[in-house]
Antibody, heavy 122, light 111 residues
Framework: EVQLVQSGAEVRKPGESLKISCKGSGYDFSSTYWIGWVRQMPGKGLEWMGI????????RYSPSFQGHVTISADKSISTTYLQWTSLEASDTAMYYC??????????????WGQGTLVTVSS | QSALTQPASVSGSPGQSITISCTGT?????????VSWYQQHPGKAPKLMIY???NRPSWVSNRFSGSKSGNTASLTISGLQAEDEADYYCSSYATYSPGYVFGTGTKVTVL
């Protein structure tokens, strides 16, 4: 069974750093699948943030998030990460990881993690 | 790189059919057959319902179908049921992103 299990909810202050994770299981994590990250702010829609190919860490970012977050992967433990060095209150949101099949990142998100709620408040 | 345009809400009675539209441009919806649809119940993660315009994953009822004409994709739900009440989002590969763009989302209400 394919599963993406994300790390738990986090509360941080503005300016602090944070790294959340997404661990895959039930499939070949480092071959022919990408992992994307999606933001959902409270009461709002889905926004694509970026995507990584864990096999070689090839990463692409939405222009809206480039420079504000870093996506990385450790294929040895089937885990991808989403990281901030300086959080802002506007980063308060639910963050989802999702799998994309294929050798190029064009297709659908077929399996999703349960989401990680990040709250940034002073 | 704006979001794809969806109606804010669509409603229907049990047993009826409804259609949700998703309008983009030739650089996303119109240019590729990589349109997908997601269902999201409150407090839950999104769930894939349609991929590559008109394909259903094994876990999705055949009451759900997808299509595309020009720059507009559509999701049709036939035989509407109470459990279909949720938010629905379209998504497409987009050359300008470079990656993906989501729709604005549609709240489906079963009357």
């Amino acid at each position: 069974e394919v599963q993406l299990v994300q790390s738990g909810a986090e509360v941080r202050k503005p300016g602090e750093s944070l790294k959340i994770s997404c661990k895959g299981s039930g499939y070949d994590f480092s071959s022919t699948y990408w992992i994307g990250w999606v933001r959902q702010m409270p009461g709002k829609g889905l926004e694509w943030m970026g995507i990584i190919y864990p096999g070689d860490s090839n990463t692409r970012y939405s222009p809206s998030f480039q420079g504000h977050v870093t996506i990385s992967a450790d294929k040895s433990i089937s885990t991808t990460y989403l990281q901030w060095t300086s959080l802002e209150a506007s980063d308060t949101a639910m963050y989802y990881c999702a799998r994309v099949p294929g050798i190029s990142p064009r297709r659908n998100f077929d399996y999703w993690g349960q989401g990680t709620l990040v709250t940034v408040s002073s | 790189q704006s979001a794809l345009t969806q109606p804010a809400s669509v409603s229907g009675s049990p047993g009826q059919s409804i259609t949700i539209s998703c309008t983009g441009t030739s650089s996303d919806v119109g240019g590729y057959n990589y349109v997908s649809w997601y269902q999201q119940h409150p407090g839950k993660a999104p769930k894939l319902m349609i991929y590559e315009v008109n394909n259903r994953p094994s876990w999705v009822s055949n009451r759900f179908s997808g299509s595309k004409s020009g720059n507009t994709a559509s999701l049709t739900i036939s035989g509407l049921q109470a459990e279909d009440e949720a938010d629905y989002y379209c998504s497409s590969y987009a050359t300008y992103s470079p990656g993906y763009v989501f729709g604005t989302g549609t709240k489906v209400t079963v009357l």
